[in-house]
């Protein structure tokens, strides 16, 4: 949680009605957003590591496979 986010759950103390489920709900939406985000970077991970499984690691640059990705206009590792 942001310094933010945090001060936003403490405020829910106060919140007879809502201040639990409220947190709890908060809390699921940022464990939605943190399994978003691991999903996103083990997508990276994946291209991350055929690129380096496909370089040689000598040669000339300019067939260097991560460089290549580099300057791909997909945007996609």
Not at 24 to 32: D, F, G, P, V, W
Not at 50 to 68: K, M, N, Q
């Amino acid at each position: 949680f942001t310094l933010a986010e945090i001060g936003e759950l403490l405020a829910l103390l106060t919140d007879r009605e809502s201040g639990v489920r409220g947190v709890k709900a908060r809390a699921q939406s940022r464990l939605a957003d943190v399994e978003q985000r691991i999903r996103e970077l083990r997508k990276v991970q994946r291209g991350l590591q055929r690129l380096i499984d496909a370089c040689p690691g000598h040669g000339v640059p300019e067939r260097c496979p991560i460089l290549l990705a580099l300057g791909d206009e997909s945007g996609e590792l």
